[in-house]
């Protein structure tokens, strides 16, 4: 049974900081590109961040990149969004979720964490 399982979410001040983490479970960790996805109110959704299960580099979109790093725990199935200097546009619903490279889609989706800055 495939579960993301989101926490972290919450109210936050601008220039607070905040960490997401996304606990998995069910398939093979390091097979696909564990992915932040947020969709803030009345927007479409917007990739965040990535990174390879089997790799080390994050990738970023760039209104977050040097801000927000993302990092994950082979061990314990976990990846993370450490996210920093948080502005009001960063809220929004983030999801975690998994790209495929085989069938080039996201596969597997958690349920959402909402993160407020104001």
């Known amino acids: 049974h495939v579960q993301l399982v989101e926490s972290g979410g919450g109210l936050v001040q601008p220039g607070g900081s905040l960490r997401l983490s996304c606990a998995a479970s069910?398939?093979?960790?390091?097979?696909?590109?564990l992915t932040w996805v947020r969709q803030a109110p009345g927007k479409e959704m917007e990739w965040v961040a990535s990174?390879?299960?089997?790799?080390?580099?994050?990738y970023y979109t760039t209104s977050v990149k040097d801000r927000f790093t993302i990092s994950k725990d082979n061990a314990k199935n976990t990846v993370y969004l450490q996210m920093n200097s948080l502005k009001s546009e960063d809220t929004a619903l983030y999801y975690c979720?998994?790209?495929?490279?085989?069938?080039?889609?996201?596969?597997?989706w958690g349920q959402g964490t909402q993160v407020t800055v104001s």
């Open positions: 069910g398939f093979t960790f390091s097979a696909y590109y």
């Open positions: 979720a998994t790209w495929s490279a085989g069938i080039l889609a996201f596969n597997y």
């Open positions: 990174i390879y299960g089997a790799g080390t580099s994050g």
